[in-house]
């Protein structure tokens, strides 16, 4: 009975403890979310004493914003899809083996391999003589200069293209309708229309005036740039590439500052392409051409000779042609049999007239 009371003395102080522990969590917790809402009100009237700060931020973040897209030039994504024939990816499949001699040469097309003939500098630099993108022109700012596809003044080169040793720019004031003045930063000078005058590190060059809408003293300005230059221009914002295996076609993006200007630019690269790949198909054809006509000259004039021999043995031997004297052998024989036989029919006839007049 004693112990019984100690448990229950026990139990009891033991209730207590654990209610005590509990009203100092409850206490600790109470005090830990004070102190957390007095730091939470500490720190918005710290920000609300510094607004200025943030609203003098923002203004600055606007107008960096608004001066980026003001007098940033734009630039556009030109995408454009090649269909290649490739027999093994499910392209396009000839028509006739005749219609592709170059497969009597073992030359099958593959998509990766032409991936790597449209990379190659050569067809690059063909697209850029053909649209003459060496040459740029643009609209004459004070802040930047934009570039535009159509200017009131068009630049010829009279010299070859690969004599531009070093790029230049050069702003073009309209003065009248025969005067336009060149300049830059380090030189300025009055030129006529349609007179050929040279361009230091450049060549000899022209300018023509276009019909354009466009009043006397506005400012425009051309860039002339080496032809190496703007085939690694061309080659750094193309990008030529497979996205899907399972088909024969090729996906060419163009990135470029006009959006036209880069159509066209795609376009003409497209038709380089094009243009090679039928010149060598031409070129293959050509030559497995010029071999078999080699091939039958050399094999008629042997038939040739082996008749002739043949021909003169006979004759020398006094032989028959064989294959008349079997024709007439044919012939002979099937009137032998056709006689016989119709005196047979006879024989049978008369017979039974013998028979008939026995009886």
């Not at 934009?146 to 790029?167: H, K």
């Not at 193309?238 to 088909?247: A, G, M």
Request: glycine share 4%; aromatic share 8%; proline share 2%.
């Amino acid at each position: 009975h004693s112990i019984f009371i100690q448990l229950l003395n026990l139990h009891a102080l033991t209730n207590i403890y654990m209610k005590k522990i509990n009203d100092w969590e409850d206490e600790l917790t109470f005090e830990d979310t004070k102190s957390d809402n007095r730091d939470l009100i500490q720190f918005i009237r710290r920000l609300y004493s510094n607004w200025y700060w943030f609203a003098l931020c923002a203004l600055l973040g606007f107008s960096l914003a608004y001066l980026y897209l003001r007098y940033t030039n734009p630039t556009y994504t030109i995408k454009a899809k090649l269909l290649v024939s490739d027999d093994k990816k499910g392209g396009m499949v000839e028509p006739s083996a005749l219609l592709d001699l170059s497969s009597l040469m073992g030359a099958k097309n593959s998509v990766d391999n032409e991936v790597e003939v449209l990379k190659t500098a050569d067809l690059f630099r063909e697209a850029v003589l053909a649209e003459k993108t060496y040459i740029t022109y643009f609209n004459a700012g004070q802040v930047h200069n934009a570039p535009v596809m159509l200017a009131p003044i068009e630049l010829q080169l009279l010299s070859n293209p690969d004599s531009i040793f070093d790029g230049i720019s050069l702003k073009a004031l309209l003065i009248d309708s025969k005067t336009v003045e060149l300049s830059n930063a380090d030189t300025s000078f009055r030129i006529s229309y349609d007179r050929a005058f040279r361009l230091p590190s450049v060549g000899t060059v022209t300018l023509h005036k276009k019909e354009y809408p466009a009043a006397e003293g506005m400012t425009f300005g051309f860039s002339i740039v080496p032809v190496r230059k703007a085939v690694g221009s061309l080659a750094e914002s193309l990008n030529i590439e497979v996205t899907n295996k399972n088909v024969s076609t090729i996906d060419l993006t163009l990135n470029h500052g006009i959006a036209q200007r880069g159509e066209q630019v795609l376009r003409t690269l497209i038709q380089k392409y094009i243009e090679r790949n039928l010149h060598d198909k031409n070129a293959v054809a050509d030559s497995t051409l010029s071999f078999i006509n080699a091939r039958l000259k050399f094999v008629t004039q042997e038939l040739a000779g082996v008749e002739n021999k043949i021909s003169g043995y006979k004759k020398n031997a006094r032989l028959a042609d064989i294959s008349e004297q079997s024709k007439i052998l044919l012939h002979t024989s099937s009137e032998y049999s056709k006689s016989l036989a119709e005196a047979e029919t006879q024989l049978a006839i008369l017979d039974d007239i013998s028979k008939y007049l026995k009886d």
